[in-house]
């Protein structure tokens, strides 16, 4: 079955950095775009950025431009977000996804706080 295990998260000041990782299995993780998801408190699930399959396409919220990346390794069935310069907005449950045969797939989601 398909399986997305996070890691990561924590509490930072602002300004400071945080990575994020995703621990796939179940599927075939090379075939398929992953992305990273948070919902802050009081306001629903956004996309934050995605990335294809071979790594070679990325897309990115305009709230996180230039600031976080996202990456991946196929070898490893892993996919990351570096999120750097991170400010108090930036607070949030962060959650991984993959949307296989339409079905999406969800990690167990983990806390970002940023204080000011």
């Known amino acids: 079955q398909v399986r997305l295990v996070q890691s990561g998260g924590g509490l930072v000041q602002a300004g400071g950095s945080l990575r994020l990782s995703c621990a796939a299995s179940?599927?075939?993780?090379?075939?398929?775009?992953m992305a990273w998801f948070r919902q802050a408190p009081g306001k629903g699930r956004e996309s934050v950025s995605t990335?294809?399959?071979?790594?070679?396409?990325?897309t990115y919220a305009d709230s996180v431009k230039g600031r976080f990346t996202i990456s991946r390794d196929n070898a490893m069935n892993m996919v990351y977000l570096q999120m750097n310069n991170l400010r108090p907005e930036d607070t949030a449950t962060y959650s991984c996804?993959?949307?296989?045969?339409?079905?999406?797939?969800w990690g167990q989601g983990t806390q970002v706080t940023v204080s000011s």
């Open positions: 179940g599927f075939s993780f090379s075939s398929y775009t």
């Open positions: 996804q993959a949307y296989i045969r339409g079905i999406n797939y």
């Open positions: 990335i294809g399959g071979n790594g070679r396409t990325t």
